[in-house]
């Protein structure tokens, strides 16, 4: 008995040993944040709250993209948990024709869209039938036509405004040849057009100052606001109200104002 005893006394001040060594508890991981963004500005100004959001116990990854399709698709399949390229005009558009249920979190800043051209000094010497390039995704090809007509290259149907597509032009006095191609590829457009209306994220990654560079410049009452965008539902997610915070926040607010001087405006 009493070498029974001495056994089990063995084995339970090995298992108290174990359970010792194995019970401190270790720091609970950091929660993770995905969120997709085109490169300029968008994962710039997210650099920016990166540390920010690391002192709220929130690691950030920034994953970049390239073109304006992938991150809504990739934040739906749960890839992402938020994403950060776009404006509202088109979130709605694109989620309405892909059936996804993704919403806005709110707006952080605008781009104003401009008009470039690597051929002419003047918006007004563009010849007839000159080539000028517009996207050709409903919300921003609808914008930039508003822009067209805003620089009086041509006149809309009355009412449309940015929802105005190609067809709804009424007056053309130069017979401008309106081509639409994929906004990502507008820069490259600018050595076979004579006009090019581009995205001022677009225009920043292939080295044009919207400021400088363009020759027409949107308003910067722009309605455009980019957003935050995440899976409907998520908007009060903890991690969201802290990204959303920290990309609100006076740091944010300076950065974009000293880093792009007009070419991106705050729109908190």
């Known amino acids: 008995m009493k070498k029974l005893a001495l056994i089990i006394l063995a084995i339970c001040s090995a298992v108290l040993l174990v359970a010792g060594c194995g019970g401190e508890k270790k720091p609970a991981a950091k929660p993770v944040l995905k969120v997709g963004a085109t490169a300029v500005p968008h994962a710039e100004i997210l650099q920016v709250v990166k540390p920010m959001l690391a002192k709220e116990g929130v690691e950030l990854q920034i994953i970049e993209f390239s073109d304006y399709v992938k991150p809504n698709l990739s934040l739906n399949d749960k890839e992402l948990d938020a994403n950060y390229f776009q404006h509202l005009p088109y979130l709605e558009s694109f989620t309405g024709e892909h059936k996804l249920a993704l919403v806005s979190a709110g707006g952080i800043h605008i781009e104003p869209m401009g008009v470039y051209s690597a051929k002419l000094k003047d918006i007004k010497a563009v010849p007839e039938g000159g080539k000028v390039c517009i996207p050709n995704d409903p919300s921003n090809g609808g914008r930039a036509l508003a822009i067209l007509e805003k620089a009086g290259l041509l006149k809309l149907k009355e009412g449309v405004g940015v929802k105005a597509v190609v067809g709804d032009v009424v007056e053309n006095p130069k017979k401008l040849q309106l081509i639409e191609i994929e906004a990502a590829l507008m820069p490259r457009s600018l050595q076979d057009t004579d006009l090019a209306v581009i995205n001022s994220n677009f225009a920043m990654e292939a080295k044009l100052n919207p400021v400088k560079d363009s020759l027409f410049m949107e308003a910067k ?24 915070t920290a990309l609100r926040s006076p740091e944010v607010k300076k950065f974009i104002e000293e880093k792009y001087k007009g070419a991106v405006v705050p729109a908190f």
Request: proline share 8%; glycine share 4%.
């Open 221 to 244: 009452d722009s309605p455009y606001a980019n957003i935050v965008a995440v899976r409907k539902g998520d908007e009060k997610r903890p991690e969201i109200q802290k990204l959303m």
